[in-house]
Each structure stands twice: as C-alpha cells, then as structure tokens.
C-alpha cells in the first residue's frame, strides 16, 4: 500500500492497545439484528510517519 501524503509503500504493523487485536463495530438497526465485528488492519509509512487503518473484511459491511 502506497501512503496517500508523501507515497512511499507502508509497512503493516500492530496497534497495541487494551484489547489486541482492534475491530470496529456496525451499529445495529434494531436490538434483532445480530452484532457485525471487523479487525482492522494498521500501516504505518516509515517517511512521514502516516498511518492508515482498513478493516480487514469491508465485505461484512455491505448490507448494513
């Protein structure tokens, strides 16, 4: 992946934080709807110092 700010190729690295791997979360329409988890996956580039997050499986979002 090139970096959007100075384009030189990122590298993939790890957010460490409380819970490891991250994910994010769809917000659910109603309380019926069954609960849609992504991990995110972090690049950083080593010139500028940019990060990017991008979850790992956009898919799942599709129909939400």
Known sequence: MECMKCG???KAVQMIGQRYP???RARKK???DSEKL???DCFACPQCGYIELKAS???L???I
């Open 38 to 40: 992504c991990a995110v």
């Open 8 to 10: 030189t190729e990122m």
């Open 30 to 32: 109603s309380v019926w």
């Open 22 to 24: 991250i994910f994010v």
């Open 57 to 59: 499986k956009p898919e």
């Open 61 to 63: 979002f599709q129909n």
